[in-house]
């Protein structure tokens, strides 16, 4: 499978951005999904994934109640809308595609290429 992230820009302290990724080649139903992001000088930390076929949702503490990952099926995208965005949310954030729903980067082996995102205050 391949995959497309974008939506990535400048936004304002408070703002909201919506990022999507796009999935191509396998039916992306086939995999559970995730987003992880990496700050300047940071390792990559997860941020949420959502399962294949129930839905169900997890989220790191530091974006729970800000950040909503959903999929639509139809078109084989996934987005992160993101919320009450702050300054540490500053990154790049990457769409991953795991045949397990987990929050571990090691067990997603396809990944997206990055698209950053900037929180100014």
């Known amino acids: 499978v391949q995959l497309q992230a974008s939506g990535g820009g400048l936004v304002q302290v408070g703002g909201s951005l919506t990022l999507t990724c796009a999935a191509s080649g396998r039916t992306r139903n086939s995999y559970a999904m995730g987003w992880f992001r990496q700050a300047p000088g940071k390792e990559r930390e997860f941020v949420a994934a959502?399962?294949?076929?129930?839905?169900?949702?997890h989220y790191a503490d530091s974006v729970k109640g800000r950040f909503t990952i959903s999929r639509d099926g139809i078109k084989n995208t996934v987005f992160l809308h993101m919320n009450s965005l702050k300054p540490e949310d500053t990154a790049v954030y990457y769409c991953?595609?795991?045949?397990?729903?987990?929050?571990?980067?090691?067990?997603?082996?396809?990944w997206g290429q990055g698209t950053l995102v900037t929180v100014s205050s």
């Open positions: 991953a595609a795991s045949v397990y729903y987990n929050i571990r980067s090691e067990k997603y082996n396809h």
């Open positions: 959502i399962s294949r076929s129930d839905g169900a949702e």
